[in-house]
């Protein structure tokens, strides 16, 4: 009922930048929390960044002072601005978001995710 859209990603050089989006569409209420989420091959899945509907902002220590979320409530949209990337940054980022939705009537909760976008940072 909830889809996620990402984009944005691709291979830039370490010290570079990029900004990722992720459009949430649906029969949505509200959301509640949009986040990001990282997993490298082999690698357990890491939370980057979380933002809440009221701005309240969390960040993976790995990426704090380089990275920023933020949010378009209007758009259903998250962003995360990514500079100073470095190699190890190196990974499928995947959006999520948490909220609720309406289905024939009745207001139920949700938790999405997105199909990833790929993040390659090259040294």
């Known amino acids: 009922q909830v889809q996620l859209v990402e984009s944005g990603g691709g291979l830039v050089q370490a010290g570079g930048s990029l900004r990722l989006s992720c459009a949430a569409s649906?029969?949505?209420?509200?959301?509640?929390?949009m986040g990001w989420y990282r997993q490298a091959p082999g690698k357990q899945r890491e939370l980057v960044a979380v933002?809440?509907?009221?701005?309240?902002?969390s960040y993976a220590d790995s990426v704090k002072g380089r990275f920023t979320i933020s949010r378009d409530n209007a758009k259903n949209t998250v962003y995360l601005q990514m500079n100073s990337l470095i190699p190890e940054d190196t990974s499928v980022y995947y959006c999520?978001?948490?909220?609720?939705?309406?289905?024939?009537?009745?207001?139920?909760?949700?938790?999405?995710r997105g199909q990833g976008t790929l993040v390659t940072v090259s040294s």
């Open positions: 999520n978001a948490e909220g609720v939705v309406v289905v024939r009537g009745l207001f139920t909760s949700f938790d999405a």
């Open positions: 649906g029969s949505i209420s509200s959301i509640n929390a």
């Open positions: 933002i809440k509907s009221g701005g309240s902002t």
